[in-house]
């Protein structure tokens, strides 16, 4: 082995880019104790700023959605726009608008539903995917299958192809997050859920090979894997099905559905400049669901 130095000083020189936020972390304190003018103070809340940039979340009308939306306000983004299939926001989203506007931080929180015909076609092909769910292997039809997969897994490459299309032609970089889930990660003991699965396993491949092409223009790709959140989706396999709250809630150490507030951290730190390094990645937000 070689001594430390020796082998320190033969890594090859690599220009490091400096953060947009410097000085920062242990850089900022040495600064500091050499400059007088520099003064102490926490800076990792700046780091999770989103100030001047410009949000996308589809699916952002209600649930997890609508969480995530309202994160990226809270952390100041000019604006939100959430896309989803119901022509008007429901009396939740505009509630959630109203606080965004009373929160008086210059973020602003809009509402974009696609034209008719799409959406009638849109809502069809949701509730069918939102019906598939107890089917097994042997009898799920290949219809079905293939809907699942239309929206869960092409629609999700074609969202993040359309947001990084505008991220290249405005030379505006930005951070990408696709939600895939813990049923993309493990087959999940019990639960038949062939076509659901399969979707999701593809987002997190997607998302990696999406971001090594993506990475060398800035831009980030990475998804968030949830276990069980509570959210209108679940409650409508709930109440087709109590036993499934009881089976999920005990599927995890923490033995309990999670509240969707509980992915705020994990999108605020994704979202941000404060996961600058962090691409290709799936962080798996799942009451320890995995680990047992
Ligand atoms: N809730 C959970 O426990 C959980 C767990 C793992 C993963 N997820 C994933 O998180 C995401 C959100 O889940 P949720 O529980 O909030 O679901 P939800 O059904 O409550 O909300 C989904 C939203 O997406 C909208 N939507 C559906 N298809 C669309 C399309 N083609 N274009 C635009 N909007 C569309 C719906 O109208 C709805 O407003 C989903 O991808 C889901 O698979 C959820």
Known sequence: MQPLEQSEASLPVQSQPVSPRAPI??????????DATVIPRPRILDESSLKDRVGVVTGGHRGLGLEMALVLCELEARAVYCFDLPAEPSE?????????????????????????????????????????????????????????????TCGVFLTAQAAGRQMVR????????????????????????VAYKTSKSAVLQMSR???????????????????????????????????????????????????PDELRGV???LASDASSFCTGSDIIVDGGYRVW
């Not at 598939?132 to 293939?146: D, N, W, Y």
């Not at 930005?174 to 999940?188: D, E, K, P, T, Y």
């Not at 069980?228 to 087709?240: E, N, W």
């Open 25 to 34: 972390g242990v850089n900022a304190a040495i600064q500091a104790s050499r």
């Open 92 to 152: 939740e989203w505009e509630s959630t608008q109203q606080y965004v506007r009373r929160m008086n931080n210059g973020s602003r929180l809009e509402y974009v539903s696609p034209d008719g015909r799409a959406n009638g076609r849109l809502h069809r092909r949701c509730r069918d995917c939102e019906t598939v769910g107890g089917e097994g292997c042997l009898e799920c039809p290949a219809t079905e299958f293939q809907e699942v997969l239309d929206v869960d």
């Open 209 to 259: 090979s999406i971001a090594c092409e993506l990475a060398d223009k800035g831009i980030r790709v990475n998804t968030v894997s949830p276990g069980f959140f509570r959210s209108p989706m679940t409650k409508a396999t709930f109440d087709r099905s109590p036993d499934v709250l009881r089976r999920w809630s005990e599927g995890s150490p923490i033995g309990r559905f999670a509240r």
């Open 267 to 269: 999108i605020a730190w």
């Open 170 to 193: 405005f030379g505006n970089p930005g951070s990408i997050i696709l939600i895939a889930s813990i049923a993309g990660n493990v087959a999940m003991k019990g639960e038949f859920l």
